[in-house]
Structures are given as structure tokens and as C-alpha cells.
């Protein structure tokens, strides 16, 4: 090999792409299950093609075979190792075809040399070697070659196509099934995998021959014949499907059944032409991949340029392409597209690219090998999604490895937020890893972006210095992220408490006054989080933070509280006047005596107190009073009017120093003092609520005195004339009105007065007659029960000797005597009573002791 060829041996099959952030590439990730990826074989192979060049390949799972201008095959791994140093000199000149059963037990190969050689790898019972004398072009062995009983045929093509088969005896019959020295002779040939059909290709086209019927299926000719020499490549994707590649032209056939089958066919099968379509390359080699083809050309009119491997999505006469490589194949400069070669393992959809110095083998890209195109172009939130949905089949990766990779990536283009999102993803719950990451954020100061995202309930917590650094670098860069943070990792034993509040108290000492404040309410909770609830507490009202309230309730410090009550009454009054009625642990006296020097406040709470436990309220009544008479008068009357537990007189003076008239009245209307009572409703000129009160006490002297009240003003002599009638005699109003004074609405009050005085004697009467009527209905019934019998038995007494009335024993004493039965039901002895005595002792006694 020269110098040039020397240094093509280093260079890669395909160009390398770089790592870049760009989305517009040339090969998207949707792409992948495409694209192909290519590995040169090397190794033993290398060596070979040193000093020798390749002319033929048959690929097989278990190995490949290489076929080479010397007339040597060599049996090789997938990797290019030759197996066991099996080099079989098999002819003298080129190679020109290699077959290989469906097992991989036996091999077949032919040359111009005339010899024909069939191999066995682990038997020689039926291996052959035949010399026909004659250029041999093309071999292909039955797949099922190694099975006893399967006549163990092989066929070689020349200038005509031979049949070779075992029959008795061990002999080798040969049957000529085809002459092709019309058509130049056969060129290629390729047996299908369930051993029924042999397609072959001539100058003038291919043929498909039915093995079992031993008949042609037709020719399908060649479109154009370019003036250069071109081969033909064949491969069946199936037993019934066929691709043929020539010159610029690719076919894709299915052998299907006739659907009517007549005496004159030779075969129940025809060949069907799918798609038909010519490239813009010369075909080197076909094979199928799923739905679509996979195309070795070369570009037609250039010489000296890379081969390239097309992926084309095949259409009735047109192709699509959508996979296009070049391929640096070494010593591609000095080769022809008749030098190239396509062999595949349709099942693996593994492909072999043959040149005379090198072979490339290619396969789709696996789940690991897309994660690898996706991290080396950046693509790193696909190369999770594949992670994510195929994590049962890789090999090299892992949603760990990948995550990784991602968050470093992340952290080195300065994205901090987005690595830290995707940090619990990617690191789970493993503490290890977690607190390796963090370390990576701590290095670019950065711990602030991972905080909220950092496990924080006792199962998952990670090592205590860890969220004491987020914390310091948070006290340092952000005392309201600090404040946050403290919040939220609550969890005891989370961190060192004291360690970071002693790192707060050293920070506030030297920080700015006005972020003293968020570091003071830091401090408090951090102090909470200690168990130091008094400290906590202070700090709270020192700062006036309203978490005061949420801290008491929390740790039940309600007996700690009761000494700062006007401390909290002045943070929030409300709040806590509902902490005080929440828990009964507080002395009301004692909280009594803390407020007094401060009335609102006091008031708050005894009508809190009221409201919500009166029985507990009575001893407070009269502070109360005085407290409702400042801040809240609506309460006040209600009070009076419901309470007994105040001194009617202190409350009178405290309504008259405010001059609050109707509490006045009722208060003097309490203690007796109607008259004056109705003075001041008199003096206010309020004669509704002065009528009002008179109709409560009933008194006659009280009316009178309104009477006399409102005869010197007439609005207030129209009003009673409207409402007086009911309650007392309206003539005490009539008679007193002066003659000459002008009533307004005298006529309509009088009339009014009259039907209320005529409706009240009616409702008199209406009553008189009802009492009379119930009256003579009760005592009609009285006298129906009286007169009717009474049953006397042995279970009733005399009421003076107390003895039986009536006895059933025989043996009493006593023989039986008259009785007398009262309508009130008492019962004498006749012989106890005086005589003619009409009158019922009992009662006659009772009611002597009633009048006594």
C-alpha cells in the first residue's frame, strides 16, 4: 500500500459532528431510527487486505466470508478476526462468488479458474470439488444445504445454470435448468431463504426459476444499457419478495400465486413488479430495511469520489431519498462502482459494504447508539426520553449516567435554574449522588438555584452540612431567600440549628439595618426550630411579626404569652383576642389587671368574653358598662337590660355623664323612678317611647302624668287620642283638653280613639261571653261525672275509722254496713259519720285550714 493509502487507513468511515446547541442539524434525533451507524472492520482483516484485495463477500450471523483476488477465502468474525485461522486457498485466481447455507455449516464458492468448491466447517461428508473446465461466475448453495435428505444442491452459473444435487450412491447428478450463453452468460444468482426460487441475472436481465416446478417465471429485461460494464446485485428480503439492483435502475418484485392457473403454465407463481424506478447513481448493492431500501451507488460521469449509502423509500416509479452517507472506504480514489459491493442480513438488518481494501459493516442505530448521536449533538432532554422508554434494553447507559451528563452540561452554559430542575429527575433519592451534584453548584455558587429542590423529609435527607451551605451562601447573597428557606426545611435534625443561628446573629451584627428585620424573623423561627419558644416569642414582637400567633398556637405557648398581652394587642388586636378565648389556661382576672390601663383593649376582650362565655362575664358586668358607654352604645342598653350583676346607680351616673337618656330611663324605670323616667322622655320629646313606657309599667299615675305632659302640645294630644284608648279611659284625655286649642287631625284621632275603645268593649264582650259559655260547659260536665255510678270495692276506706269500706274475707270481724259515697269521692261508714251529716268531713277540714 503507498503513502496515501496509508493515511486513508486512519480516517473514519464517516466525518465526526461536533457537540453544538444548534436544532438546525443536518440529521434531526426523529431521524435516528434511520440512520445507519458504520464500524470498519479491522483487526486479522487488515492484515489480509495488506497484501491482498478483497473480490467477494458472503455475510452469515456467525461470521463472514471473504473472497480475494488470490483465490484465498478467509473466514472471519464480525470484527474482522479470523476464526480458528481458517484461510482456505480455495482456487487459484479471484474469487467471484461465495455462498453460505442457511446454518452456516457449508460453503460454497467458484472462480474463473473452472473449480467449484463446497466446504463443510464442521463436516467434509459432503464437501465437493469440481473442476468444470470452463469460467464459473456466479455459486449459490441451498439454504437448507446442512439437512440430511435435502439433496444437498448447489448451482453454478456460467453459460448455462446448473443443477447439482446428491443422488444415490453419493453421486453428484448435474442438471442443466437454464442456457444463458444467448444472453452472455449468468451473472450473478441468489437462492431465496425457503429454498423454492433462484433469481439470476444475464446481460439481458433476470430471471426467478421455481425450483419446484422446475420452470422459469419469465425475464424481466433491463430497461438501458449504459455503456460501461456494470454488475447486478440481487437480494431477497423474503422468501417471495425480491430487490434487484442494475446500472441505474432498482426493482422490487413479489413471486406471487397465479390467481388463475392454466394447463399451459409450467408454474403456479409469477413474478410481479412493485416499484420500478431509476437513481441518479450507479446501484453497487440493494437491500431492504423494514419498508424502505438500502442503496450502495456511486455518482454517475465522476471518478475518483466516495461511495455513498442511500436509505430511499421506494415509490411506484420514484424513490424518495432520506438517508444519504459518504462513505470514506479506503482507496475509494482509484475504484469504480463495479468494485463495490451491498451484502445484508435482512433479520439483523445488518449491512457489509465490500471494496477491494476495505469492508464497513453498518446497522441501525440501537437505543444506546441513538443516546450517544443525542448526547454528542446536545440533544440531551431526547436522550432522556429514550433513557426513560428504553431503560430495559441499554447496555452503556443509564438515566443516571445521561442525567449527569445533562447537568453538566447545564451548569457549564451557565443554565443553573434548568441543571437544579432537572436535578431530582435525573438524581432521585440517592443521597450519594445528590450530595455530589450539590458540590458542583456549590463550586460556581450557585446553591441557591438547587435549594428548593433538595430532599428534605427525614427518609431522604442528605448529610446536615449540606443544608447548612445552601443556608450560608442564602445568608450571604439573599436574606429573603434565607427567610424561605428556613421556612420550608422545618424537618428536625434537617441541619445544625444552632450552628446556622449563630451564623445569622454574626451576620446581623454586620449586615445593613434594613435587612435586619427579615433576618430578625429568620432568627425567631430558627429559635422555634430549637425549642427556645421564649426567645422566639420575644423576637417576634420585637420585630411586630404577626407568625407570633401561628407560634403560639403551634408550641401552646398560651401561658408564656400572658405576660405581653399589650404587646400583642398592639401587634394585631383581633388575632389576639382569639388566642385568649382559644384556651382556658388564662387567668381572667389576671388578664383583666394587665388590660386595665388600656380601656379599647380591655373592652375588646370582656366583650369577646361576653360573647362567647357569659356565665364567666357576670363579675365583669360592671366594668363593662362603663366600657360600652365609651366604645360601643349598641351594647349597652341590652346589657342593662339583661344583666343583674352591675350597681344600678354607678351605671346610672356613667349614663348620665354621657348623657345616654334611654339607658337613663330604663335605669330609672328599674329602680322605681318611673315619674323622673318620664320626665326625660318628656324632655326629649320622644312621646312614643313615653307612651311605650308607660304601657310596660301600667301605672295609672304614669298616665296621668303624660296626660298632663302633652296637653300644652297638640301633636303630642293627637298621638294619645290615636293610641290611648286601649289602656286607659279616653275621657281623661277629652275632658282636660282646653277649649280653643287646635288639635291637628282631631276629627281622624277621634274617630280612631272611638273604634279602638268601641273594638276593646268588644273584645270584652267577646271574651265575657266565652269565659261565661266555657264556664256553664264545665260545670254541666262536672255534674254528668258526679251523677254517674261508682264502683266501691275492697281497696277503698272510710275516711274517719280508715277501715274497709267493703271486705270479701268471710272471717272479717266486722259484719257489713251502709256507707256514704260524696260527689268528691271520699267515702264514709254511715255508723262513723253524725247523723243527717250531709257534708264531707275532709273537705269541710281543708277548707277550715285554708280559711284558718
Known amino acids: 500500500m503507498d503513502n496515501q493509502e ?25 431521524d435516528l431510527d434511520l440512520k445507519l451507524k458504520y464500524g470498519r472492520l479491522g483487526n486479522d482483516l487488515q492484515i489480509i487486505l495488506t497484501n491482498d484485495s478483497a473480490s467477494c ?12 483476488d488470490w483465490g484465498v477465502i478467509h473466514l472471519l468474525d464480525h470484527q474482522g478476526n479470523s476464526v480458528k485461522n481458517k484461510a482456505l486457498r480455495a482456487h487459484s485466481v479471484a474469487v467471484n462468488q461465495i455462498s453460505i447455507d442457511a446454518k452456516g455449516d457449508y460453503i460454497a464458492s467458484c472462480s474463473d479458474d473452472g473449480k467449484v468448491l463446497v466446504f463443510g466447517l464442521y463436516s467434509s461428508d459432503n464437501n465437493h470439488d469440481i473442476k468444470l473446465g470452463r469460467l464459473v461466475r456466479s455459486i449459490a448453495i441451498d439454504p437448507n444445504y446442512y439437512k440430511s435428505g435435502s439433496g444437498r444442491r448447489f448451482i453454478t452459473g456460467d453459460e448455462r445454470l446448473v443443477l447439482h444435487e446428491k443422488v444415490l450412491f ?7 435448468i437454464a442456457e444463458a450463453s444467448q444472453e452472455g452468460g449468468v451473472k450473478t444468482m441468489k437462492w431465496s431463504p425457503g429454498g423454492e426460487f433462484l433469481a439470476w441475472a444475464s446481460h439481458v436481465g433476470f430471471r426467478v426459476y421455481d425450483l419446484v416446478a422446475r420452470a422459469s417465471l419469465g425475464l424481466v429485461k433491463w430497461s438501458n444499457k449504459p455503456q460501461v460494464d456494470m454488475k447486478c446485485h440481487i437480494c431477497w428480503k423474503n422468501t417471495h419478495t425480491l430487490i434487484v439492483g442494475w446500472a441505474d435502475t432498482v426493482w422490487v418484485c413479489n413471486v406471487e400465486k397465479r390467481s388463475v392457473v392454466t394447463p399451459m403454465d409450467a408454474s403456479v407463481y409469477v413474478v410481479c413488479p412493485i416499484y420500478t424506478f431509476q437513481t441518479e447513481f450507479w446501484v453497487c448493492g440493494v437491500s431492504p ?4 431500501l438500502v442503496l450502495l451507488g456511486c455518482l454517475k460521469d465522476t471518478e475518483g469520489e466516495r461511495p455513498q449509502l442511500h436509505i430511499v423509500k421506494p415509490e411506484e416509479d420514484d424513490y424518495t431519498d432520506l438517508i444519504i452517507d459518504s462513505l470514506s472506504l479506503r482507496g475509494f480514489q482509484k475504484y469504480t462502482a463495479s468494485e463495490y459491493s451491498l451484502e445484508c ?7 457489509v459494504i465490500l471494496s477491494p481494501k476495505d469492508i464497513v459493516a453498518a446497522c441501525p442505530y440501537d437505543s444506546d447508539d441513538k443516546i450517544d448521536w443525542l448526547l454528542e449533538h446536545c440533544k440531551f432532554e431526547n436522550a432522556l426520553e429514550v433513557v426513560s422508554s428504553a431503560s430495559k434494553s441499554l447496555m452503556r447507559h443509564t438515566l443516571h449516567s445521561v442525567g449527569r451528563a445533562y447537568l453538566d452540561h447545564l451548569l457549564s452554559s451557565g443554565k443553573y435554574d434548568q441543571a437544579a430542575l432537572h436535578s431530582h429527575k435525573i438524581l432521585g433519592n440517592d443521597k450519594h449522588r445528590w450530595e455530589k451534584e450539590v458540590f458542583k453548584f456549590a463550586k460556581v455558587n450557585q446553591l441557591r438555584s438547587v435549594a428548593k429542590y433538595l430532599p428534605c423529609i427525614p427518609e431522604e435527607s442528605l448529610s446536615p452540612y449540606i443544608y447548612e451551605m445552601v443556608l450560608c451562601e442564602y445568608l450571604k447573597n439573599d436574606s429573603a431567600g434565607f427567610l424561605e428557606t428556613v421556612k420550608k426545611w422545618s424537618c428536625p435534625g434537617l441541619y445544625n440549628v444552632q450552628a446556622v443561628i449563630n451564623a445569622a446573629l454574626e451576620h446581623i451584627l454586620d449586615s445593613d439595618p434594613k435587612t435586619n428585620m427579615v433576618l430578625l424573623e429568620a432568627l425567631a423561627i430558627l429559635y422555634s426550630y430549637s425549642g427556645k419558644h421564649d426567645k422566639a416569642l420575644a423576637m417576634y414582637i420585637k420585630i411586630q411579626n404577626k407568625g407570633v400567633f401561628d407560634l403560639i398556637r403551634s408550641h401552646n405557648l398560651y401561658s408564656t404569652c400572658q405576660s405581653m398581652l399589650k404587646e400583642l394587642m398592639n401587634l394585631d388586636a383581633d388575632k389576639t383576642i382569639s388566642i385568649l378565648m382559644e384556651s382556658k389556661v388564662f387567668d381572667r382576672d389576671l388578664i383583666v389587671s394587665n388590660l386595665s390601663n388600656n380601656s379599647y383593649y380591655l373592652y375588646l376582650y370582656l366583650d369577646a368574653l361576653e360573647r362567647r362565655d357569659p356565665k364567666n362575664c357576670y363579675k365583669y358586668h360592671a366594668q363593662l358598662v362603663k366600657l360600652y358607654a365609651d366604645f360601643n352604645r349598641e351594647k349597652l342598653l341590652p346589657l342593662l337590660k339583661e344583666s343583674n350583676h352591675f350597681s344600678i346607680q354607678e351605671a346610672l351616673d356613667i349614663c348620665q355623664e354621657h348623657n345616654f337618656l334611654p339607658e337613663m330611663v330604663y335605669l330609672l324605670g328599674r329602680i322605681g323612678n318611673t315619674q323622673e323616667a318620664l320626665s326625660l322622655l318628656m324632655k326629649i320629646g320622644d312621646i312614643e317611647k313615653a307612651i311605650n313606657f308607660c304601657k310596660e309599667h301600667d301605672d295609672q299615675d304614669l298616665w296621668e302624668d303624660l296626660i298632663n ?4 302640645t297638640p301633636e303630642f294630644i293627637t298621638i294619645l287620642l290615636q293610641r290611648i284608648a286601649a289602656f286607659v279611659d279616653p275621657r281623661m284625655l277629652v275632658q282636660r283638653i282646653e277649649n280653643g286649642i287646635e288639635v291637628p287631625g282631631l276629627k281622624t284621632s277621634l274617630v280612631k280613639m272611638l273604634q279602638d275603645y268601641n273594638l276593646q268593649v268588644s273584645v270584652q264582650e267577646g271574651c265575657n261571653a266565652i269565659i261565661a259559655a266555657d264556664y256553664f260547659n264545665l260545670h254541666q260536665r262536672v255534674v254528668n261525672i258526679q251523677q254517674k255510678g261508682t264502683l266501691v270495692g275492697d281497696e277503698h276506706f272510710c275516711g274517719v275509722c280508715h277501715l274497709k269500706v267493703i271486705s270479701k274475707n268471710t272471717k272479717d270481724i266486722h259484719p257489713p254496713a251502709d256507707f256514704l259515697l260524696f260527689h268528691c269521692n271520699h267515702i264514709f261508714h254511715e255508723s262513723c259519720l253524725p247523723p243527717d251529716s250531709k257534708i264531707c268531713r275532709i273537705c269541710t277540714t281543708q277548707k277550715q285550714r285554708i280559711i284558718f
Open 6 to 30: 496509508s493515511e486513508e487507513s486512519n480516517e473514519n468511515v464517516l466525518p465526526e459532528n461536533n457537540c453544538t446547541d444548534d436544532d438546525n442539524e443536518s440529521t434531526s434525533s426523529e
Open 345 to 351: 442480513l435482512v433479520d439483523e438488518s445488518r449491512f
Open 170 to 176: 453419493a453421486r453428484v447428478r448435474s442438471t442443466v
Open 57 to 68: 463477500i458472503a455475510v452469515h450471523p456467525k461470521f463472514v466470508c471473504i473472497g480475494t
Open 289 to 292: 430495511l423494514n419498508e424502505n
Open 709 to 712: 305632659y302633652s296637653l300644652k
